[in-house]
């Protein structure tokens, strides 16, 4: 008996066909339990698995022999290992992302702009320091200092919560060479950045309108705000030492342009340590009174040293704003393969670990109520201080199957209300009202996404459907997770700004072109809907899709079937007696000299008789 073709998705050509026995196929399965690595392990769906009791979820926890006891102990240790130097590759990732965008990201933020140019400005932001932490923290410390008004801060933090979801989307393309791992993985990172759009294609507008968030948190405001220490999460903590030998980016670059301090990045080169000796206190401590910096006192750049640790191996004195640039380009390199092997170490960890086990065991030990699981993201998130973190954790996990997608929205929403106490944590050590007020909208921004979007099923299934849709099509086409963060991360964010800038010119022309450019998109959407919906424009998409992927398979596999036939034309031509190629090849020459020689022949012959005559 062999594997049945998937109706909707055709079998690899490449794999060949696998014989079911009962080790590796729930059909043959007297209990009928599917479970990890099974050849039929994704025709069973959801609805059919039954449930576990919590004893077989014990037995299966922690009844083995010494023999499994010490691969469980091996592979704990594999995993922490590959899970440590993932965390690693994260923040080494955001801090070299903030080397190289942090000079940009401090220029859009500096200005009181318009609604819609705060949100985008927020959403960009994050993308390119990959850390909403960093951005709110920098959004409230810009309305604690009256750099930006309230409104604008609400605005550019409804943006940060869109611009976070791109690292975790980024994590789900490392499970590119699976086509199977990758389409659950991106559902499991896209569900993210629905529920994001989702609540800002509400919530915005809804702002705008009536002030929400801005009346609701101005009733729950005290008249000051104590000053706080700021609170490092654990895994920061022992993480972040690491990291930062490697490379440290400077956060007051950010903060210093987006306030106005400075003017540009300018400011801060070339590096200059006192004495030429690199560490912290002759390099980045800060300058005394009447000291000048450069003079008395160091200089950083965007790569700063640590006062503990001290500075980091990318960090040169002297450096100028075009080494910092390249030294952090060098270890986002760096991050992003760390994060690929780190990434294809604890799937394959994991993947060993769970082989064998049922199905029904795990979703047993998984499936908690939507409630718990959105306190369990809230916590983790709060440890980890970063919601980036979590779910770019969580995304291979549910690459794998072991957390159903149904699972991992609450987890994720959780993610996003853990996120805020950074913000909050910042506002107090700002010791503003109107920072702390900021701080309380992007809290209650979340918590009005979740109550819109997550109670009632109706609504939770638009973002679940809308991640399945999205994963089933990268299972046609590999292209679609770099196209959809291209897209959705920064050309839409551009237009958006571009589109909002005309109207702010207060110019009639401007005025018009806009009115113009955005009646023609409006229309342009709908006429999109209206073809997606009822012209079969789905399906002609997806048609479009499938006929790219038979072509590239057809070119992939051309160089094999050009060898196959090769063979198959010489078994013919063995079994039927006809000429092998080399022997057609030496016929067609020798008739070809003999074509040749014919007329040189006739001309001897023509001048042998005339001699005769």
């Known amino acids: 008996m062999t ?88 923040e080494l990732l955001g801090n070299s ?142 993480v972040s030492p690491l990291a930062g030998r490697v490379l440290k980016a400077n956060k007051n670059v950010i903060k210093d342009i987006a306030t106005g301090k400075v003017e540009n990045c300018n400011a801060y080169y070339p590096v200059i340590c006192v004495g030429g000796i690199e560490d912290y206190k002759s390099c980045a401590d800060k300058c005394g009174d009447g000291e000048e910096k450069g003079v008395d006192c160091g200089r950083v750049g965007l790569i700063t040293c640590d006062k503990k640790y001290g500075c980091p191996a990318f960090f040169q004195n002297g450096a100028t704003k075009q080494d910092d640039s390249i030294a952090g380009g060098v270890c986002m390199v760096l991050a992003l393969v760390f994060l690929l092997v780190c990434l294809l170490g604890l799937v394959n960890v994991l993947q060993r670990g769970l082989m064998g086990m049922s199905t029904r065991i795990i979703y047993k030990a998984t499936n908690v109520p939507g409630i718990f699981a959105l306190v369990i993201g809230a916590a983790v998130t709060v440890l980890v201080q970063s919601s980036s973190i979590t779910t770019s954790v969580l995304t291979p996990l549910v690459g794998l199957g072991v957390i159903q997608l149904e699972q991992m929205l609450p987890l994720t929403l959780g993610a996003n209300i853990g996120t805020t106490v950074t913000g909050l944590l910042a506002s107090l050590v700002s010791d503003s009202v109107a920072a702390l007020q900021v701080a309380l909208c992007h809290l209650f921004f979340n918590i009005s996404g979740i109550i819109i979007w997550y109670p009632i099923p109706f609504m939770r299934k638009i973002p679940l459907n809308g991640a399945r849709e999205l994963g089933k099509w990268t299972r046609r086409s590999k292209a679609i997770p770099p196209i959809y963060i291209i897209t959705v991360f920064f050309i839409c964010p551009l237009l958006l700004l571009g589109i909002s800038e005309l109207f702010v010119q ?46 590239n398979a057809a070119i992939a596999a051309l160089p094999e079937d050009m060898q196959f036939l090769k063979s198959k034309v010489a078994q013919l031509a063995e079994h039927t007696g006809l000429p092998e190629d080399e022997e057609v090849d030496e016929e067609k020459a020798e008739g070809t000299d003999d074509a040749e020689a014919e007329p040189e022949a006739v001309a001897e012959e023509a001048v042998e008789a005339e001699e005769q005559a």
């Open 97 to 238: 992302a903030k080397v190289l965008g942090g000079c940009t990201a401090g220029g859009i933020m500096g200005d009181d702009v318009n609604p819609v140019a705060a949100l985008v400005i927020g959403e960009l932001a994050t993308a390119l320091v990959q850390s909403s932490s960093t951005t709110t923290s920098i959004i409230v410390s810009l309305v604690g200092s009256d750099a930006v008004s309230i409104n604008t801060g609400i605005y550019m933090i409804m943006g940060a919560n869109i611009g976070t979801s791109v690292t975790n989307t980024i994590v789900a393309m490392g499970q590119m060479a699976d086509g199977i791992q990758l389409e659950r993985a991106f559902a499991g990172a896209t569900v993210h950045d629905l529920f994001n759009l989702l609540s800002v294609a509400v919530l915005f507008p809804l702002e705008l309108i009536s002030g929400y968030l801005f009346r609701l948190t101005s009733a729950m405001l005290p008249e000051s705000v104590a000053d706080d220490d700021k609170w490092e999460g654990p895994i920061k903590k022992i």
């Open 3 to 90: 594997a049945t073709a998937d109706p909707v998705y055709p079998q690899d050509p490449e794999k060949e066909p696998v014989e079911l026995t009962e080790e590796n196929s729930r059909k043959l399965r007297p209990t009928n339990s599917t479970h990890f690595g099974d050849v039929d392990f994704e025709e069973e769906d959801a609805a059919e698995i039954g449930d576990a009791t919590w004893a077989e979820v014990g037995q299966a926890c922690c009844v083995h022999t010494p023999m499994e006891w010490g691969k469980v102990f091996i592979g704990v240790c594999a995993a922490f290992f590959f899970l440590y130097f993932f965390l690693f590759s994260l």
């Open 506 to 551: 207060k110019k009639v022309g401007w005025t018009v072109l806009g009115t113009i450019i955005v009646i023609a998109v409006f229309l342009g959407i709908i006429r999109f809907t209206w073809w997606w919906k009822r012209q079969e424009g789905r399906a002609q998409f997806i048609a479009c899709l499938d006929r790219r992927t038979t072509r």
